[in-house]
T-cell receptor, first 114, second 112 residues
Framework: AQTVTQSQPEMSVQEAETVTLSCTYD???????LFWYKQPPSRQMILVIR??????QNATENRFSVNFQKAAKSFSLKISDSQLGDTAMYFC???????????FGAGTTVTVRA | DAGVIQSPRHEVTEMGQEVTLRCKPI?????LFWYRQTMMRGLELLIY????????DSGMPEDRFSAKMPNASFSTLKIQPSEPRDSAVYFC??????????FGPGTRLTVT
């Protein structure tokens, strides 16, 4: 079974500042996907960003970017220019290639302060 | 384009009652997933359908839980009889490609 670890239960950041969330995972697979999902107070699970393990280039979506370190099995999320609407719980998730099961971490609650 | 639709958004019921949660996946998606989210166990996959056929129900906790997908646009998750420990948020998700799962808004179930 794949294990996804998010070691930061809570983080707080000032509006317009940058915050980085950490995620590590354990797998013997070589082909897999990594994800960050956002869950705001509305409860909706929203896909923020996806990284394919075979791609060396780090994925970026507007203010969200990842630092994918395959050898270290690390997949951190950086939120730049934080906005109040970024306040949410963020989940790191893993999926083996050619599979359908998402394994989620425990989540990190991010609070953006005005 | 509408996203995944779930109903009801909130459900409060008494122990022993039957509960039915409903999901309408995104049109054109051939895969549907039911997840459960609790504080203790986080997000867990309960069951996975592909082309309306249950492929993996290993996450269904016990026989009290059942899920159906009678057609490509509708699925139900039923709990009978319900117990307080079933209280959780239940998500439905759908996908056209396995690694792009789109989640519905969830149903918060409270069993008293």
């Amino acid at each position: 079974a794949q294990t996804v670890t998010q070691s930061q239960p809570e983080m707080s950041v000032q509006e317009a500042e940058t915050v980085t969330l950490s995620c590590t995972y354990d797998t013997s697979e070589n082909n897999y996907y990594l994800f960050w999902y956002k869950q705001p107070p509305s409860r909706q699970m929203i896909l923020v960003i996806r990284q394919e393990a075979y791609k060396q280039q780090n994925a970026t979506e507007n203010r969200f970017s990842v630092n994918f370190q395959k050898a270290a099995k690390s997949f951190s999320l950086k939120i730049s220019d934080s906005q109040l609407g970024d306040t949410a719980m963020y989940f790191c998730a893993f999926m083996r290639g050619n599979d359908y099961k998402l394994s989620f971490g425990a989540g990190t609650t991010v609070t953006v302060r005005a | 384009d509408a996203g995944v639709i779930q109903s009801p958004r909130h459900e409060v019921t008494e122990m022993g009652q039957e509960v039915t949660l409903r999901c309408k996946p995104i049109s054109g998606h051939n895969s549907l997933f039911w997840y459960r989210q609790t504080m203790m166990r986080g997000l867990e996959l309960l069951i996975y359908f592909n082309n309306n056929v249950p492929i993996d129900d290993s996450g269904m906790p016990e026989d009290r839980f059942s899920a159906k997908m009678p057609n490509a646009s509708f699925s139900t998750l039923k709990i009978q009889p319900s117990e307080p420990r079933d209280s959780a948020v239940y998500f439905c998700a759908s996908s056209e490609i396995s690694y792009e799962q789109y989640f519905g808004p969830g149903t918060r179930l409270t069993v008293t």
